[in-house]
């Protein structure tokens, strides 16, 4: 078959699975993928009434991609439109509901299927649409596009394996992309892989998570934690995945050797694995609290376990030594921005391949370090914990190097100032 049929193929196929979308979503929601009570937005329906005036709909995957588009929503209000935010993800949702501004919303990504596509578009009307980085939904854009809304890629990155995937059928890809009037990449290569497959408008405009503010703290929660904790060495082993929890406690028990009073933080990716890693730390024969039972560290508490939603900002505020998880025992890293931009001295394993560039920067500049096990990741610790000046030296370096990476949004804003000058001027 030729690769330009995948297009109406898709869309008969997508049509057509919509009636079984109920079923679909009911089981995603049975396993904590879905709000139930916010189900009909997946299918397009509304869960707010559209604010009168210009609008602009931002989209991102889950909470990564939702976060990055920040600094551009606080820009976005400053011109005078309303922002819509979409995800997939109820984790996201969550997040931004706390970290989004006045004059912007969220809803959930209606799923791609074109009743449900059209159905949302018809309710809240768009006159910009912004998509964060891989975020190619095929009725989606020819939808928007067949509405003559302005489509911006913003974030944009494709990895190489996506690229050479993507050549195996260019057709497709190339129809999409076509109807995208403008992406802006997050790095030269990128670019160069979106021109390659038929972009019609590419530049690099670097990377919009450079630019997302640190991550917020309750003042009055924090100072408790503070209290509660004392003048003890103390580091965050944040963003966890199974298997390097374990890895963080047998760290624990060597460095306890020389810290007696150590306290060490595991705050997990996914908070629901909280009782698993609260009964492995307890295994251990470690005195540990959890903080989503409401259980506040004691001058004794040698794990806290911090397994609740949208507070890492807190937990980053309370050392200035950090271990980025998924890195280790994982693959691919986590997101070391945040906490690096709060002054904090990165640890992380060696794989770190969906963040290459912020990871080389922050090793190069001196604010980051490789551990390759819980040896190494003991030994690192031990070595910043007793040499106070070079921990603050790292943690200094660490936010140098994110702050000189930044920019980003101010150069998306100017490139797609076109289309918001067009759009207000239609309007009056």
């Not at 309303?82 to 997040?95: D, F, K, Q, W």
């Not at 494709?158 to 190339?174: K, V």
């Not at 020389?258 to 470690?286: C, K, N």
């Not at 610790?381 to 920019?407: E, H, I, K, T, Y």
Request: charged fraction near 20%; include cysteine.
């Amino acid at each position: 078959m030729k690769t330009r049929m995948f297009l109406p193929v898709y869309r008969i196929a997508a049509q057509s699975l919509a009636p079984f979308s109920g079923l679909f979503l009911r089981r995603r929601a049975q396993r904590g993928k879905e709000d139930v009570s916010r189900l009909g937005e997946r299918r397009g329906q509304p869960g707010l009434e559209r604010p009168e005036g210009r609008l602009a709909w931002l989209h991102g995957a889950s909470v990564g991609e939702g976060l990055a588009l920040l600094p551009l929503v606080d820009r976005l209000i400053d011109k005078g439109l309303h922002v819509l935010v979409t995800t997939g993800t109820v984790t996201s949702a969550r997040i931004l509901a706390q970290r989004l501004p006045s004059g912007a919303f969220h809803q959930y990504a209606p799923l791609d299927a074109p009743g449900f596509i059209a159905t949302f578009l018809d309710h809240w009307r768009p006159d910009l649409f912004l998509l964060a980085e891989s975020e190619l939904w095929p009725n989606m854009i020819c939808a928007v596009h067949a509405r003559g809304i302005p489509i911006a890629s913003v974030n944009a990155r494709l990895s190489l394996r996506s690229f050479s995937r993507w050549q195996m059928a260019p057709g497709f890809i190339g129809a999409l992309l076509g109807r995208i009037d403008i992406c802006l990449a997050q790095s030269d290569d990128d670019a160069g892989r979106l021109l390659q497959l038929g972009a019609p408008r590419v530049h690099a405009a670097g990377n919009l998570k450079y630019d997302v503010e640190a991550p917020p703290a309750d003042p009055a929660r924090l100072d408790a934690l503070v209290a509660a904790i004392g003048p003890r060495p103390v580091w965050v082993a944040a963003s966890t995945h199974a298997g390097e929890e374990a890895l963080a406690l047998l760290a624990h028990k060597t460095l306890a050797r020389q810290f007696p009073h150590l306290l060490t933080v595991l705050a997990p990716r996914h908070v629901a694995r909280g009782d698993e890693i609260t009964a492995l730390a307890r295994e251990a024969g470690l005195e540990t609290a959890q903080r989503s039972r409401d259980e506040a560290p004691t001058r004794t508490t040698e794990v806290y376990v911090a397994d609740t939603m949208g507070e890492l900002g807190l937990f980053y505020r309370l050392a200035s030594v950090i271990f980025v998880g998924k890195s280790l025992a994982g693959r691919g890293g986590q997101n070391p921005i945040e906490p690096a931009k709060l002054g904090s001295a990165i640890l992380h394993g060696p794989h770190v391949g969906n963040f290459v560039d912020v990871y080389a920067a922050l090793d190069q500049g001196g604010g980051a370090f490789v551990v390759n096990d819980a040896d190494e990741l003991a030994r690192r610790l031990a070595f910043l914990f007793s040499n106070p000046g070079l921990l603050r030296q790292a943690a200094d370096f660490s936010r140098q190097s994110v702050d000189a990476l930044g920019g980003a949004s101010d150069r998306v804003m100017r490139a797609i100032e076109p289309y918001i000058a067009a759009m207000i001027v239609s309007g009056q």
